[in-house]
C-alpha cells in the first residue's frame, strides 16, 4: 500500500485478539474515504474562535492551527455501525468489558465517530473501547504499521514535533501555511506516540487573565534545559502569535511563552465518578457536565465535560468551527454512558463469578461515594474461595491485592496536594495513609476530593524523595521561582519534564501536580503515568514502593498488580 495514496483498498483484516479497535472496529485499520490534499484556503489566527473558552486555551489553540495538516485527509476507518449495549474485548490479561446501559449507540451520525475539523479526526481516534476508552501502545503500534493514513497520526500532535514530519506527509497549515521539514525515518518522527503513547499538548506560560493587570501574576519563570525534538527551542512553536505578531506576556514583556509537554490520553469512561467531587468540608458535587470538579485532564485546566469536548474538537481535531451544542450534547452524553472495567482475567478467569467485576456492575454503583479505608470491595469473596472454584490461586491473589491496596498503610511525605507545604525550616508533616487515600473514590478509584491534583514525582520531581529523575526521552525544564515563594518541598528551583498544573494556574506549588486517574480497565491501556513512564503495572507499583518506602514484599507486589489488572 502506497503511504500517502487515496487508492488504499479498505482492509477487513480482523483483529480483536490484538485490541486494535476493539467494540467499535473490526479491522486493523479501514479506509472509508479519503480527501484529496488539503484545501489552500488559509484563516487569520484573529478569526480563530475563541470566545468564551478556558485562559490556556487561545494559545493553545493557536499553536494547534498552526501545525501543519496531513498530506491526505482521512476519515476514521473501522467503525462499525453499532456499538453494542455489552462487549467484551481481548487485552493483555484476558478481556475487557464495556457496557452502556441505555442501550447500543448507532454510529452515524454520531459526534463522537465524526471528523469535525480538517485534519480527519474524531474523539473515537485517541478514544477507544477497546483500550478503556484511552490507546494502548499495542493499539497505536499495530496502526502505525498500517500506514500514517490513519488520522492518529495527524501532524498536530501525533509526532514529536509537527516540525519533524517529512513535508511530503504534510499540508499546509490551516495558519500560516506551514509545512514539516523532517528529513529522518518516521518511526522517529512518531517515537513519542509509538513507545509511550503521548501526545503534545502545547500550553502557554502567562495566559490572561494573568498578569499585572489582574490579581495574579506567573509565579515562575522556565528555562527550557534540554529539547530533543526541538518544539520548546523553536519560535514558530515556543511562542504564542497572531497573525505573524508575538502576543506580548504583560509580565516580562517578551513574547508569552509556549511549552510543549507529552501526556498519555485519559479515559472519558466511568465519567460519573470523574464529575463527582467533595469540595471540603461538604457533600460530594452533582455528577453532571456542567459542574466544575477540577478533575478533568490531567492538569484540571477544563472545567466540564461540555468545555473539554468543544475545545478537544477545536485544537486536536484542529476544526475552524466549534461542535454545535446538539454535537457537544452528543459527544458527552456518549461518554456519560460508557462504563469500562476488566471482565476477564488470565486463563478464562470470570471476575464476575462470585465478584463483583466488569462493567455492568459498576454502572450501577453510585457515584460521590467515600467508606475510607475500603475504596474496592469486588472480590472480597474470593479470600477463601470454595474448594470447588477453579483458578483458586490467581483469585485469593486478586483477594489479597485488593486488601493490600486497602489498608496497608505507609508514611505518605512530601507530596503537594496532600501533605501541608512546609513552614520554612520545618518539616514537612507526614500522613499516614493507603493506596486508598489518594484514589478514593469507592468503585472508580480517582480521588473523591474537589481539584485533586498531587506531585508524587511523576516527571522527575523528586529524585531526593525516592523518585525517578527527569528522563532524557522528553524535554527537561527547570523551574526557577520568584522571591519569596517556593516549588512546595523542592526549594525555589526544581527540573522537570512536565510542571503539570502549574502551567494552568502559574502557581510555583503547582508544579509537578497532576490529577488523580480512575484505574478501572487498567490492563486495556499500557502505558501508565502521565507520561507513559511506566510500561507495566509492576513498574507502577515498583514507583510507589520505592517513592514512599512502602517495603512491600515479592509477593505483596504480585498480589497488588493482580488486583489492579483485575479493575
Given at each position: 500500500?502506497?503511504?500517502?495514496?487515496?487508492?488504499?483498498?479498505?482492509?477487513?483484516?480482523?483483529?480483536?485478539?490484538?485490541?486494535?479497535?476493539?467494540?467499535?472496529?473490526?479491522?486493523?485499520?479501514?479506509?472509508?474515504?479519503?480527501?484529496?490534499?488539503?484545501?489552500?484556503?488559509?484563516?487569520?489566527?484573529?478569526?480563530?474562535?475563541?470566545?468564551?473558552?478556558?485562559?490556556?486555551?487561545?494559545?493553545?489553540?493557536?499553536?494547534?492551527?498552526?501545525?501543519?495538516?496531513?498530506?491526505?485527509?482521512?476519515?476514521?476507518?473501522?467503525?462499525?455501525?453499532?456499538?453494542?449495549?455489552?462487549?467484551?474485548?481481548?487485552?493483555?490479561?484476558?478481556?475487557?468489558?464495556?457496557?452502556?446501559?441505555?442501550?447500543?449507540?448507532?454510529?452515524?451520525?454520531?459526534?463522537?465517530?465524526?471528523?469535525?475539523?480538517?485534519?480527519?479526526?474524531?474523539?473515537?481516534?485517541?478514544?477507544?473501547?477497546?483500550?478503556?476508552?484511552?490507546?494502548?501502545?499495542?493499539?497505536?503500534?499495530?496502526?502505525?504499521?498500517?500506514?500514517?493514513?490513519?488520522?492518529?497520526?495527524?501532524?498536530?500532535?501525533?509526532?514529536?514535533?509537527?516540525?519533524?514530519?517529512?513535508?511530503?506527509?504534510?499540508?499546509?497549515?490551516?495558519?500560516?501555511?506551514y509545512r514539516g521539514r523532517g528529513s529522518g525515518e518516521l518511526a522517529d518522527a512518531y517515537k513519542t506516540l509509538l513507545q509511550r503513547g503521548l501526545i503534545r499538548i502545547p500550553l502557554p506560560l502567562n495566559a490572561p487573565p494573568r498578569g499585572p493587570k489582574s490579581a495574579e501574576t506567573t509565579e515562575f519563570t522556565i528555562e527550557v534545559v534540554s529539547d530533543p525534538y526541538g518544539c520548546n527551542t523553536d519560535p514558530r512553536f515556543n511562542q504564542d502569535e497572531v497573525d505573524g505578531q508575538p502576543v506580548i506576556d504583560p509580565d516580562t514583556g517578551k513574547p508569552v511563552q509556549v511549552i510543549s509537554v507529552y501526556r498519555r490520553p485519559r479515559i472519558p469512561s466511568n465519567l460519573s465518578f470523574a464529575t463527582t467531587a467533595f469540595a471540603l468540608p461538604g457533600p460530594p458535587t452533582n455528577p453532571n457536565p456542567a459542574v466544575a470538579s477540577g478533575n478533568l485532564m490531567w492538569d484540571g485546566r477544563e472545567p466540564n465535560l461540555d468545555s473539554q469536548a468543544r475545545d478537544a474538537t477545536l485544537g486536536h481535531a484542529q476544526a475552524l468551527t466549534p461542535p454545535t451544542p446538539a454535537q457537544i450534547q452528543q459527544i458527552v452524553a456518549f461518554e456519560r454512558g460508557f462504563f469500562s472495567a476488566q471482565y476477564e482475567g488470565p486463563h478464562g478467569l470470570s471476575l464476575?463469578?462470585?465478584?463483583?467485576?466488569?462493567?455492568?456492575?459498576?454502572?450501577?454503583?453510585?457515584?460521590?461515594?467515600?467508606?475510607?479505608?475500603?475504596?474496592?470491595?469486588?472480590?472480597?469473596?474470593?479470600?477463601?474461595?470454595?474448594?470447588?472454584?477453579?483458578?483458586?490461586?490467581?483469585?485469593?491473589?486478586?483477594?489479597?491485592?485488593?486488601?493490600?491496596?486497602?489498608?496497608?498503610?505507609?508514611?505518605?511525605?512530601?507530596?503537594?496536594?496532600?501533605?501541608?507545604?512546609?513552614?520554612?525550616?520545618?518539616?514537612?508533616?507526614?500522613?499516614?495513609g493507603t493506596c486508598s487515600t489518594c484514589h478514593s473514590e469507592k468503585f472508580a478509584g480517582n480521588s473523591i476530593i474537589i481539584n485533586a491534583q498531587q506531585d508524587q514525582g511523576i516527571g522527575g520531581t523528586s529524585p531526593e524523595f525516592g523518585g525517578p529523575t527527569p528522563s532524557t526521552f522528553l524535554p527537561i525544564f527547570k523551574i526557577t521561582c520568584k522571591s519569596g515563594v517556593t516549588v512546595g518541598f523542592h526549594g525555589s528551583t526544581i527540573e522537570t519534564n512536565d510542571p503539570g498544573l502549574a502551567l494552568i494556574t502559574g502557581k510555583c506549588a503547582d508544579v509537578g501536580k497532576f490529577t488523580v486517574p480512575q484505574l478501572r480497565a487498567l490492563a486495556a491501556h499500557a502505558p501508565y503515568f502521565s507520561d507513559g513512564s511506566a510500561a507495566d503495572l509492576l513498574q507502577v507499583v515498583n514507583f510507589y514502593d520505592k517513592r514512599f518506602q512502602i517495603q512491600l514484599t515479592d509477593q505483596q507486589k504480585t498480589d497488588l498488580v493482580n488486583f489492579l489488572n483485575a479493575l
Open positions: 500500500m502506497k503511504q500517502g495514496s487515496c487508492e488504499a483498498p479498505l482492509i477487513l483484516t480482523v483483529a480483536r485478539s490484538l485490541g486494535i479497535c476493539g467494540g467499535i472496529a473490526i479491522a486493523v485499520y479501514g479506509l472509508t474515504s479519503c480527501a484529496s490534499a488539503p484545501s489552500a484556503t488559509q484563516v487569520k489566527a484573529q478569526d480563530l474562535p475563541t470566545a468564551s473558552t478556558p485562559a490556556y486555551f487561545p494559545a493553545h489553540y493557536r499553536q494547534f492551527m498552526r501545525s501543519p495538516l496531513p498530506a491526505k485527509i482521512y476519515t476514521q476507518g473501522g467503525i462499525s455501525a453499532t456499538i453494542p449495549q455489552f462487549e467484551e474485548d481481548a487485552d493483555a490479561q484476558g478481556k475487557i468489558g464495556s457496557y452502556q446501559p441505555g442501550g447500543p449507540t448507532a454510529t452515524a451520525g454520531n459526534a463522537f465517530f465524526q471528523s469535525l475539523g480538517t485534519n480527519g479526526r474524531a474523539c473515537v481516534t485517541c478514544h477507544q473501547p477497546a483500550s478503556g476508552m484511552s490507546i494502548s501502545l499495542g493499539n497505536i503500534n499495530a496502526r502505525f504499521r498500517q500506514g500514517i493514513q490513519d488520522p492518529l497520526f495527524a501532524p498536530v500532535d501525533g509526532p514529536t514535533c509537527p516540525k519533524n514530519v517529512p513535508a511530503a506527509y504534510t499540508g499546509p497549515s490551516p495558519v500560516g501555511g464476575t463469578d462470585l465478584a463483583l467485576g466488569g462493567p455492568v456492575v459498576l454502572s450501577g454503583e453510585p457515584a460521590g461515594q467515600h467508606t475510607p479505608p475500603t475504596t474496592f470491595a469486588l472480590y472480597e469473596a474470593w479470600a477463601t474461595p470454595a474448594p470447588s472454584l477453579t483458578n483458586k490461586a490467581s483469585r485469593e491473589s486478586i483477594a489479597r491485592g485488593e486488601q493490600i491496596f486497602n489498608t496497608k498503610t505507609f508514611q505518605i511525605t512530601n507530596d503537594a496536594g496532600i501533605n501541608a507545604l512546609p513552614v520554612t525550616g520545618q518539616p514537612s508533616k507526614p500522613l499516614q
